[in-house]
């Protein structure tokens, strides 16, 4: 069986076109090239990152499971493991943190009951761990909410973003 054919299953046909998008950007002998592309499809697909994926990635893109590996491992906007459905992410690089972003992340953590690198009971939210940059300063304080970027946040605005999130 082919190792497209074997891991089928775990790559949707939506993922599969997403991931073939990001291969033909590059020349056949430079697949590797297409591999954060591919993991942050797989993982808006599914959630987060597990084993089991990141080989079917692996297969898919016929490069060693080891750079995929690597790859999830290094970069902090992969989540090997199941988070809530919301993934906040609070700047907290030096402007950020000038203009208040400790009270933010205060705030989130007492609203929401939980601490940094957590997800609330229900599954609703998940609260990364710190965020060194999110290359947003002149918007500072600000947060990632599913990779939408919400800019220049007091308490009550981040109450308004969270209210109108879907379950």
């Given at each position: 069986?082919?190792?497209?054919?074997?891991?089928?299953?775990?790559?949707?046909?939506?993922?599969?076109?997403?991931?073939?998008?990001?291969?033909?950007?590059?020349?056949?002998?430079?697949?590797?090239?297409?591999?954060?592309?591919?993991?942050?499809?797989?993982?808006?697909?599914?959630?987060?990152?597990?084993?089991?994926?990141?080989?079917?990635?692996?297969?898919?893109?016929?490069?060693?499971?080891?750079?995929?590996?690597?790859?999830?491992?290094?970069?902090?906007?992969?989540?090997l493991e199941p988070v809530g459905r919301h993934t906040i992410a609070v700047c907290s690089n030096v402007s950020c943190m000038l203009r208040g972003s400790d009270a933010i992340i205060e705030h989130l953590q007492r609203k929401l009951g939980i601490r940094l690198g957590e997800s609330t009971p229900d599954g609703k939210f998940y609260l990364k761990r710190e965020e060194e940059c999110l290359a947003a300063c002149c918007g500072a304080p600000m947060m990632q909410v599913d990779h939408v970027y919400y800019e220049n946040l007091t308490p009550e605005r981040v109450d308004e973003i969270l209210a109108k999130l879907e379950s």
């Amino acid at each position: 069986m082919a190792a497209k054919e074997q891991n089928a299953p775990m790559l949707s046909e939506h993922l599969r076109a997403e991931i073939d998008h990001w291969l033909a950007r590059y020349p056949d002998n430079q697949r590797r090239s297409a591999l954060l592309g591919a993991l942050r499809a797989a993982q808006h697909e599914h959630g987060y990152l597990s084993t089991e994926l990141m080989d079917a990635v692996a297969e898919y893109l016929r490069i060693p499971a080891m750079d995929v590996y690597e790859a999830a491992t290094f970069y902090s906007m992969f989540e090997l493991e199941p988070v809530g459905r919301h993934t906040i992410a609070v700047c907290s690089n030096v402007s950020c943190m000038l203009r208040g972003s400790d009270a933010i992340i205060e705030h989130l953590q007492r609203k929401l009951g939980i601490r940094l690198g957590e997800s609330t009971p229900d599954g609703k939210f998940y609260l990364k761990r710190e965020e060194e940059c999110l290359a947003a300063c002149c918007g500072a304080p600000m947060m990632q909410v599913d990779h939408v970027y919400y800019e220049n946040l007091t308490p009550e605005r981040v109450d308004e973003i969270l209210a109108k999130l879907e379950s």
